[in-house]
């Protein structure tokens, strides 16, 4: 069983950034594509960003292209997700997750681990 611990997230206003943390609990984290979704109130789980496991490879929902970077640091078994340029719609819960089998998805149900998820809120 994994862990993955979420750090980061706030109240920001519309403009700002944010920087989000999911650190995992064992060494085979270098192994799993990791990825961000994020979850706002009354809306489904969606998908925000996904890094292949050696973090070569990155992709981006449309919302937040160009304004949000994923990246991960397999020495640390840390991944991140940097806000710039927020804004009121990014406002939701953002979870950290894993595919044990580094498979490339962007499928929500294809991951296997998740992160307690962190609140971000951005003002207007």
């Known amino acids: 069983q994994v862990q993955l611990v979420q750090s980061g997230g706030g109240l920001v206003q519309a403009g700002g950034s944010l920087r989000l943390s999911c650190a995992a609990s064992k060494r085979t984290f270098s192994d799993y594509t990791m990825a961000w979704f994020r979850q706002a109130p009354e809306n489904e789980r969606e998908f925000v960003a996904v890094i292949s496991w050696s973090g070569e490879y990155t992709s981006y929902a449309d919302s937040v292209k160009g304004r949000f970077t994923i990246s991960r640091d397999n020495a640390k078994n840390t991944l991140y997700l940097q806000m710039n340029s927020l804004k009121p719609e990014d406002t939701a819960v953002y979870y950290c997750?894993?595919?044990?089998?580094?498979?490339?998805?962007?499928?929500?149900?294809?991951?296997?681990?998740w992160g307690q998820g962190t609140q971000v809120t951005v003002s207007s």
């Open positions: 997750a894993a595919d044990r089998d580094g498979i490339w998805t962007i499928r929500l149900h294809e991951y296997d681990y």
